[in-house]
């Protein structure tokens, strides 16, 4: 017979943590999807170009966190439905500099203004003393509490 195990899934942090990842991003997932077909890697790849201005992918890999491989395809969709463009650096031509089209910029914009909406409604579920905790500890485990 087996021995009863009493670790607790339901309640190990990086599971909650990704339980939580998941569902609160759904509906706005199904947005980005429905309206652009984008995948999660091709939004957050317009979100750093619209937030940040021209990067090169290895920017967006560093503060994304997200690997070369993955970033590599988004940028190659999203120069395909015309949202990025690249250009070569006048400093170094090994090197591309990725900025948003006026298309890419507009899909941006659209998605932001959806963006603040859906995070109003989640940020409405907790008092503001929660929320501003929440975004500490989770900026803390993301190691984020000196970014920005």
Same mark, same amino acid.
């Given at each position: 017979?087996? !021995?009863?195990? %009493?670790?607790?899934?339901? &309640?190990?942090?990086?599971?909650?943590?990704? !339980?939580?990842?998941?569902?609160?991003?759904?509906?706005?997932?199904?947005?980005?999807?429905?309206?652009?077909?984008?995948?999660?890697?091709?939004?957050?790849?317009?979100?750093?170009?619209?937030?940040?201005?021209?990067?090169?992918?290895?920017?967006?890999?560093?503060?994304?966190?997200?690997?070369?491989? +993955?970033?590599?395809?988004?940028?190659?969709?999203?120069?395909?439905?015309?949202?990025?463009?690249?250009?070569?650096? %006048?400093? %170094?031509?090994?090197?591309?500099?990725?900025?948003?089209?006026?298309?890419? &910029?507009? *899909?941006?914009? &659209?998605?932001? *203004?959806?963006?603040?909406?859906?995070?109003? +409604?989640?940020?409405?579920?907790?008092?503001?003393?929660?929320? *501003?905790?929440?975004?500490?500890?989770?900026?803390?485990?993301?190691?984020?509490?000196? *970014?920005?």
């Amino acid at each position: 017979m087996p !021995q009863k195990d %009493d670790f607790s899934l339901q &309640d190990f942090t990086p599971y909650l943590l990704n !339980q939580a990842a998941e569902e609160s991003s759904l509906a706005f997932q199904r947005v980005y999807k429905n309206r652009y077909g984008m995948l999660r890697t091709e939004w957050r790849v317009l979100f750093h170009l619209g937030t940040y201005g021209e990067m090169t992918a290895t920017d967006i890999c560093t503060k994304a966190r997200i690997h070369k491989t +993955k970033i590599s395809r988004a940028v190659q969709k999203l120069v395909e439905r015309r949202f990025v463009v690249r250009a070569r650096s %006048d400093e %170094d031509r090994r090197v591309e500099k990725l900025k948003l089209t006026p298309a890419g &910029d507009t *899909a941006y914009r &659209d998605l932001r *203004a959806v963006a603040e909406e859906y995070d109003a +409604k989640l940020r409405a579920q907790f008092t503001s003393g929660e929320v *501003a905790l929440l975004r500490m500890m989770l900026k803390r485990l993301a190691g984020l509490e000196s *970014a920005e």
